[in-house]
Protein backbone atom coordinates (compact mmCIF):
# COMPACT_ATOMS: atom_id res chain seq x y z
CA UNK A 1 0.00 0.00 0.00
CA UNK A 2 1.11 3.02 -0.94
CA UNK A 3 2.60 5.72 2.21
CA UNK A 4 1.19 9.03 -0.13
CA UNK A 5 -1.96 7.48 -1.70
CA UNK A 6 -2.90 11.29 -2.53
CA UNK A 7 0.34 12.66 -4.22
CA UNK A 8 -0.38 10.53 -8.00
CA UNK A 9 -3.46 12.97 -8.23
CA UNK A 10 -1.26 16.15 -7.68
CA UNK A 11 -1.13 18.02 -10.97
CA UNK A 12 -0.90 21.56 -12.62
CA UNK A 13 -1.85 22.31 -15.80
CA UNK A 14 0.39 24.97 -16.58
CA UNK A 15 -0.14 27.87 -19.16
CA UNK A 16 1.68 30.58 -18.40
CA UNK A 17 4.02 31.72 -21.76
CA UNK A 18 5.35 29.48 -24.50
CA UNK A 19 8.78 29.67 -25.99
CA UNK A 20 9.21 28.79 -29.16
CA UNK A 21 12.72 28.59 -31.77
CA UNK A 22 11.98 32.22 -32.77
CA UNK A 23 11.82 34.08 -29.82
CA UNK A 24 14.81 32.59 -27.79
CA UNK A 25 18.03 34.23 -27.52
CA UNK A 26 20.74 32.58 -30.23
CA UNK A 27 23.11 32.98 -27.43
CA UNK A 28 21.97 29.87 -24.37
CA UNK A 29 24.24 32.59 -21.69
CA UNK A 30 22.15 34.99 -22.63
CA UNK A 31 18.99 33.41 -23.11
CA UNK A 32 19.53 32.48 -19.58
CA UNK A 33 20.59 35.79 -18.12
CA UNK A 34 16.86 36.88 -19.39
CA UNK A 35 15.46 34.13 -17.72
CA UNK A 36 17.03 34.86 -14.68
CA UNK A 37 16.23 38.59 -14.82
CA UNK A 38 12.43 37.23 -14.71
CA UNK A 39 12.80 35.42 -12.25
CA UNK A 40 14.33 37.86 -10.07
CA UNK A 41 11.79 40.25 -11.02
CA UNK A 42 8.84 38.11 -10.58
CA UNK A 43 10.57 37.58 -6.89
CA UNK A 44 10.69 34.29 -7.27
CA UNK A 45 11.15 32.30 -4.18
CA UNK A 46 15.25 31.48 -4.12
CA UNK A 47 15.86 32.29 -7.98
CA UNK A 48 19.51 31.09 -7.70
CA UNK A 49 18.77 28.08 -5.65
CA UNK A 50 19.91 25.30 -8.09
CA UNK A 51 20.37 21.64 -7.70
CA UNK A 52 24.25 20.46 -8.54
CA UNK A 53 24.09 16.71 -9.63
CA UNK A 54 27.63 15.30 -9.53
CA UNK A 55 29.01 11.53 -9.79
CA UNK A 56 31.95 10.16 -8.52
CA UNK A 57 34.53 8.02 -10.67
CA UNK A 58 32.42 5.01 -10.78
CA UNK A 59 29.61 6.98 -11.59
CA UNK A 60 27.39 6.97 -8.69
CA UNK A 61 25.54 9.95 -8.10
CA UNK A 62 24.71 12.92 -5.55
CA UNK A 63 22.74 16.11 -5.74
CA UNK A 64 22.19 18.52 -3.53
CA UNK A 65 20.72 22.19 -3.70
CA UNK A 66 23.86 25.16 -4.10
CA UNK A 67 23.67 28.96 -5.10
CA UNK A 68 24.58 30.42 -8.17
CA UNK A 69 26.75 33.17 -7.53
CA UNK A 70 27.82 34.18 -11.47
CA UNK A 71 27.35 33.99 -14.81
CA UNK A 72 30.15 34.28 -16.65
CA UNK A 73 30.59 34.07 -20.48
CA UNK A 74 32.33 31.05 -19.40
CA UNK A 75 30.10 29.46 -16.73
CA UNK A 76 28.14 29.35 -14.47
CA UNK A 77 30.30 29.89 -10.79
CA UNK A 78 29.56 28.49 -7.23
CA UNK A 79 31.66 28.13 -4.12
CA UNK A 80 31.70 25.34 -1.47
CA UNK A 81 33.97 23.30 0.43
CA UNK A 82 36.38 21.31 -2.23
CA UNK A 83 37.06 18.54 0.80
CA UNK A 84 33.34 18.10 0.91
CA UNK A 85 31.41 15.39 -0.27
CA UNK A 86 30.67 17.26 -4.03
CA UNK A 87 34.35 18.59 -3.86
CA UNK A 88 35.41 14.99 -3.64
CA UNK A 89 33.45 13.98 -6.65
CA UNK A 90 34.64 16.87 -8.86
CA UNK A 91 37.75 16.03 -8.11
CA UNK A 92 37.39 12.82 -9.27
CA UNK A 93 34.50 12.78 -12.13
CA UNK A 94 35.33 16.65 -13.12
CA UNK A 95 31.74 16.89 -14.54
CA UNK A 96 28.64 18.02 -13.86
CA UNK A 97 24.79 18.92 -13.91
CA UNK A 98 22.59 22.40 -12.91
CA UNK A 99 19.06 21.85 -12.67
CA UNK A 100 17.32 25.72 -12.02
CA UNK A 101 13.34 25.80 -11.10
CA UNK A 102 11.17 28.42 -11.40
CA UNK A 103 7.45 27.16 -10.46
CA UNK A 104 6.23 30.87 -10.57
CA UNK A 105 7.43 31.36 -14.03
CA UNK A 106 6.49 27.17 -14.84
CA UNK A 107 10.12 26.90 -16.33
CA UNK A 108 13.36 24.75 -15.94
CA UNK A 109 16.95 24.99 -16.88
CA UNK A 110 18.67 22.03 -17.17
CA UNK A 111 22.75 22.73 -17.51
CA UNK A 112 25.50 20.16 -17.96
CA UNK A 113 28.86 20.72 -18.86
CA UNK A 114 32.74 20.27 -17.39
CA UNK A 115 33.85 21.45 -14.17
CA UNK A 116 36.97 23.77 -13.33
CA UNK A 117 38.06 25.59 -10.11
CA UNK A 118 37.89 29.32 -10.85
CA UNK A 119 41.21 31.29 -10.38
CA UNK A 120 42.20 32.27 -6.74
CA UNK A 121 41.52 36.19 -7.04
CA UNK A 122 37.91 35.12 -7.77
CA UNK A 123 37.53 33.13 -4.81
CA UNK A 124 39.37 35.68 -2.21
CA UNK A 125 37.11 38.39 -3.20
CA UNK A 126 33.59 36.63 -2.79
CA UNK A 127 35.20 35.14 0.12
CA UNK A 128 35.56 38.74 1.43
CA UNK A 129 32.10 39.86 0.56
CA UNK A 130 30.53 37.50 2.66
CA UNK A 131 29.25 37.93 6.12
CA UNK A 132 31.46 37.36 8.98
CA UNK A 133 29.32 34.92 10.57
CA UNK A 134 29.61 32.52 6.80
CA UNK A 135 33.04 33.80 6.53
CA UNK A 136 34.04 31.74 10.16
CA UNK A 137 31.62 29.31 9.59
CA UNK A 138 33.95 27.79 6.38
CA UNK A 139 37.06 27.53 8.68
CA UNK A 140 34.59 25.83 11.29
CA UNK A 141 32.49 23.59 9.18
CA UNK A 142 34.45 19.99 8.18
CA UNK A 143 31.87 19.91 5.64
CA UNK A 144 30.31 16.35 4.71
CA UNK A 145 32.65 14.88 7.18
CA UNK A 146 31.27 12.97 10.37
CA UNK A 147 30.93 14.82 13.22
CA UNK A 148 29.76 13.40 16.78
CA UNK A 149 27.56 15.97 17.95
CA UNK A 150 26.78 19.77 17.12
CA UNK A 151 28.64 20.66 19.72
CA UNK A 152 31.60 20.22 18.16
CA UNK A 153 30.58 22.34 15.22
CA UNK A 154 29.11 25.50 17.86
CA UNK A 155 32.36 24.64 20.18
CA UNK A 156 34.87 25.17 16.51
CA UNK A 157 32.56 28.11 15.75
CA UNK A 158 33.42 29.92 19.26
CA UNK A 159 36.86 29.14 18.86
CA UNK A 160 37.57 30.88 15.31
CA UNK A 161 35.06 33.33 16.29
CA UNK A 162 37.56 34.03 18.76
CA UNK A 163 40.99 33.32 17.03
CA UNK A 164 39.51 36.15 14.67
CA UNK A 165 37.80 38.32 16.78
CA UNK A 166 40.68 41.14 16.13
CA UNK A 167 41.42 40.12 12.18
CA UNK A 168 40.07 42.99 10.07
CA UNK A 169 39.74 40.98 7.01
CA UNK A 170 39.24 37.16 7.75
CA UNK A 171 41.07 35.32 5.13
CA UNK A 172 39.80 32.88 2.60
CA UNK A 173 40.61 28.57 3.74
CA UNK A 174 43.03 26.91 1.81
CA UNK A 175 39.87 24.08 1.43
CA UNK A 176 37.26 26.29 0.26
CA UNK A 177 36.33 27.90 -2.98
CA UNK A 178 34.84 28.62 -6.26
CA UNK A 179 33.99 26.53 -9.34
CA UNK A 180 32.94 27.14 -12.64
CA UNK A 181 30.61 24.70 -15.11
CA UNK A 182 31.26 25.45 -18.16
CA UNK A 183 28.52 24.08 -20.76
CA UNK A 184 27.95 22.12 -23.31
CA UNK A 185 24.28 21.43 -23.02
CA UNK A 186 21.48 23.61 -22.02
CA UNK A 187 17.96 23.02 -21.85
CA UNK A 188 15.34 25.58 -21.64
CA UNK A 189 12.33 24.12 -20.25
CA UNK A 190 8.49 26.05 -20.42
CA UNK A 191 5.72 24.73 -19.08
CA UNK A 192 2.40 24.35 -21.67
CA UNK A 193 -0.84 23.03 -21.60
CA UNK A 194 -1.92 19.01 -21.28
CA UNK A 195 1.39 18.19 -20.52
CA UNK A 196 2.96 19.67 -24.50
CA UNK A 197 5.56 21.65 -22.54
CA UNK A 198 8.32 23.63 -24.90
CA UNK A 199 11.94 22.52 -24.82
CA UNK A 200 14.68 24.15 -26.38
CA UNK A 201 18.34 22.77 -26.17
CA UNK A 202 21.54 24.08 -27.37
CA UNK A 203 24.60 22.02 -27.57
CA UNK A 204 27.72 22.92 -28.17
CA UNK A 205 29.28 21.73 -31.39
CA UNK A 206 33.13 23.03 -31.58
CA UNK A 207 32.83 26.86 -30.87
CA UNK A 208 29.80 27.19 -32.02
CA UNK A 209 25.55 26.39 -30.21
CA UNK A 210 23.59 24.14 -32.21
CA UNK A 211 19.77 24.51 -31.02
CA UNK A 212 16.86 22.33 -31.74
CA UNK A 213 13.38 21.33 -30.35
CA UNK A 214 12.52 18.47 -28.36
CA UNK A 215 9.62 16.47 -27.14
CA UNK A 216 8.08 16.79 -24.18
Keep these: MSLLPNIAAIRKNYALKSLTEDSVAQDPILQFRIWMEEALAAEVV ?28 NGFVFFTNYSSR ?32 VEPAVSDAYFKSRPKG ?45 YSLQPDYIEFWQGRPNRLHDRIVFEKQGAAWELKRLAP
Excluded: C
Design 46 to 73: EPTAMVLSTATAAGRPSARVVLLKDVTA
Design 86 to 117: KGSNMHDNPFAALTFFWPELERQVRIEGSIQK
Design 134 to 178: SQIGAWASPQSQSISSREVLEKADAAYSLEFAETAEIPRPPHWGG
